[in-house]
């Protein structure tokens, strides 16, 4: 190849680079994986070592993260803060402890401090005389934006620090983050964790920052005055004192072959844990050598980041089921040939749902790109049409249901004016079989009434044997048939009886949650609870079809009050939903009657003043009072905050409704 040719493949390589590094540090969107994105950078700089000529200000030996967004401050460093070097295998982390030793010239024993990489945002946080003045994010690596209110409404983040050992001037940096069980919320609003986080970051008000649960783990330090600390793993300690999270996984190693060990325990495990990690960060823990070792133009020697092997990898699919879940949704799963992902074998993909399968063409037999990231479950990315076979045919989605056969549809969205992704079985009730067991697997799940000894599996094997079929059949179980099959003996028998016994002393919330209602999540049964007190008055509002009044409800709108209304229009969930209530002990919500708001209705309008509406609304419960989310004649007060809605106001006064502010409530509460 021609040093032209070699030069325009470099600067396209490089071209692609500063288009990633736009996408995923400026708009929070990256269009690739880190493995691909790593690969790109690992290109680019081995080029750049076997032709000395190629240069370009762009280049990730000489660059850092991206230029901070246009729509924050931008505030410099005090210290450059920098990425780190990577290091894929056992060979790369002894090259790097060979540099060290080098460059000190000195042959010494070295010891490291490890922590988990996570896969969030970096940010610094300045601290003058123990109070939070500043917040940065990383952006270039020379200055970055200035998010400071945004990153004070994450708990984990001190505003002040009162311990006298606490330097007057600090810069503390660390990675914020959503945990996985969080993410599950937002997924539709995000492609992962990590955008979720900076897409969070990035608001311009921080009031919206404040509604997502973001977490910050502190892992070093920037600027320090009067540093008075050795070793990097005393400075971790020091932070928790201070009243900053650490890593619960931080480790002091010695060793190379020890941090391989610990490396390869992390690969197996990391989709265990409760946030996404995508390797692990060595330093060097005597931080006298980490000055000495100081920085190249855009890594600290002293420290690397050991990734993990590759979490995508190419299958072929050989075959497509369909699954059918408990709210009836048909989910498509691929059936592969077995491939090794992030140290895991996986034989299954899902395809999500019919338009994913249309969208990106998936077929059987085709060569396809499998990931398994944060979610656990591997899926399926693209398609290599390359390796198409000519004969191959299109997926037909089912439109009957392949458990029951009946109609399947997909439902329209008012909200969107859109019919959903989802195709859905429309029997509601137990006659499916495939949905009456998975109903059967979230009644007895931990959130709903929580029966130690039954699983997933123990659902199918019964649902097989025929001795169960509805829920209320788990309280009239043959323990002398049970204790014959194979696997059950005396005390796991034993411990099944009690723990069905335990169960039938279950609060409200839980059980209306149990019977499997779509869209009344456990949130949602908790305002439900509150509301209605008890099973008889619940029953006492469905009987009468006053399904409307479920409207009063803050935070229940038509589409959870539809679903409720179509739940038991069904004979058998009807049912199912008596016998329960006389089979089990369900605990009414706590009724205070002797609050300063007893049998008065509130509804609020308007941002409050230093109080969160979830407050207030807990404020009028724990006086007697209640909440109601339409303007009628039930409502005594209308509380109004800043800028409130002026119809509800001109509809208070039609009806005589008295208007508070947000004082003269106070003055009712005392």
């Not at 790097?96 to 996570?118: R, T």
């Not at 984990?156 to 600090?170: L, Y």
């Not at 099973?535 to 399904?547: I, Q, R």
Request: hydrophobic share 35%; glycine share 6%.
């Amino acid at each position: 190849m021609s040093n032209k040719k070699i030069k325009q493949d470099y600067l396209n390589k490089i071209k692609e680079l500063h288009k990633h590094n736009k996408l995923y540090y400026e708009e929070s969107s990256p269009t690739i994986s880190d493995k691909d994105y790593d690969l790109l950078k690992i290109e680019v700089i081995n080029l750049e070592k076997k032709y000395k000529y190629l240069r370009n200000n762009l280049s990730p030996s000489t660059t850092v993260g991206f230029k901070p967004s246009r729509n924050f401050l931008k505030s410099k460093h005090r210290v450059q803060m920098l990425s780190l070097s990577n290091a894929f295998n056992e060979e790369d982390l002894i090259n790097f402890e060979k540099k060290i030793i080098n460059y000190l010239n000195n042959d010494i024993e070295l010891e490291y401090s490890v922590e988990p990489k996570i896969d969030g945002i970096s940010a610094s946080l300045t601290y003058i005389n123990g109070n939070l003045k500043t917040g940065v994010s990383r952006g270039d690596g020379t200055e970055g934006e200035l998010i400071t209110e945004n990153l004070k409404t994450i708990k984990d983040i001190p505003h002040a620090v009162k311990d006298k050992n606490f330097p007057k001037d600090i810069e503390i940096r660390g990675e914020v983050f959503i945990k996985k069980k969080n993410f599950k919320e937002l997924k539709n609003n995000f492609a992962n964790p990590r955008n979720a986080a900076s897409g969070s970051l990035r608001q311009k008000n921080p009031e919206e920052t404040k509604k997502i649960p973001l977490h910050f783990i502190a892992y070093t330090y920037g600027f320090i005055q009067n540093n008075i600390f050795k070793y990097q793993s005393d400075f971790l300690k020091a932070l928790q004192k201070w009243g900053f999270q650490t890593s619960k996984y931080n480790k002091v190693i010695k060793d190379i072959k020890e941090l391989v060990l610990l490396h390869k325990k992390f690969e197996n495990e990391r989709f265990e844990l409760e946030y996404d990690i995508d390797g692990l960060v060595y330093k060097i823990n005597d931080l006298k050598l980490q000055k000495r070792l100081g920085f190249t133009s855009n890594a600290p020697r002293w420290a690397i980041a050991h990734k993990f092997s590759a979490n995508s990898a190419y299958s072929q699919i050989l075959n497509i089921g369909v699954q059918v879940g408990r709210t009836g949704a048909l989910t498509p799963v691929a059936k592969i040939k077995p491939a090794n992902i992030g140290g895991v074998i996986v034989s299954n993909a899902t395809l999500h749902n019919e338009d994913e399968i249309t969208r990106k063409d998936i077929r059987v037999g085709d060569t396809v790109k499998v990931e398994r990231a944060g979610d656990v479950i591997p899926h399926v990315i693209e398609v290599d049409i390359k390796k198409r076979k000519n004969n191959s045919k299109k997926f037909v989605f089912p439109t009957i249901c392949p458990s029951c056969g009946s109609k399947t549809e997909k439902e329209f969205n008012n909200v969107t004016n859109k019919f959903d992704a989802v195709r859905r079985c429309t029997n509601e009730g137990y006659d499916c079989e495939k949905i009456a067991i998975e109903k059967i697997k979230h009644f007895i799940s931990k959130e709903a009434l929580n029966i130690d000894g039954w699983g997933k599996k123990v659902v199918e094997k019964f649902w097989d044997l025929k001795i169960i079929r509805l829920p209320q059949h788990i309280f009239s179980l043959d323990y002398n048939k049970i204790s014959n099959l194979d696997g059950w003996g005396d005390l796991s028998v034993s411990n099944l009886k009690y723990s069905i016994e335990k169960s039938k002393t279950v609060s409200l919330e839980k059980f209306i949650y149990s019977i499997g209602i779509r869209h009344i999540g456990i949130e949602n049964a908790k305002l439900i609870a509150d509301y209605v007190k008890s099973t008889k008055n619940f029953l006492e509002l469905v009987d009468k079809k006053h399904f409307d009044q479920f409207l009063n409800i803050d935070g229940i709108g038509d589409t959870q009050i539809k679903s409720i209304k179509k739940f038991f229009e069904n004979k058998t969930n009807y049912d199912i939903f008596i016998k329960l209530s006389k089979i089990l002990t369900i605990q009414k919500r706590a009724i205070n009657k002797k609050g300063k708001l007893r049998d008065k209705n509130f509804m609020f309008t308007g941002k409050l003043r230093n109080l969160s509406r979830a407050e207030a609304k807990s404020l009028v419960e724990q006086n007697s009072g209640s909440i109601v989310s339409t303007v009628n004649k039930r409502l005594n007060f209308l509380v109004i905050g800043e800028k409130p809605t002026n119809k509800k106001i001109e509809q208070a006064k039609q009806l005589g409704i008295k208007i508070l502010s947000q004082d003269e409530w106070y003055k009712l509460l005392n």
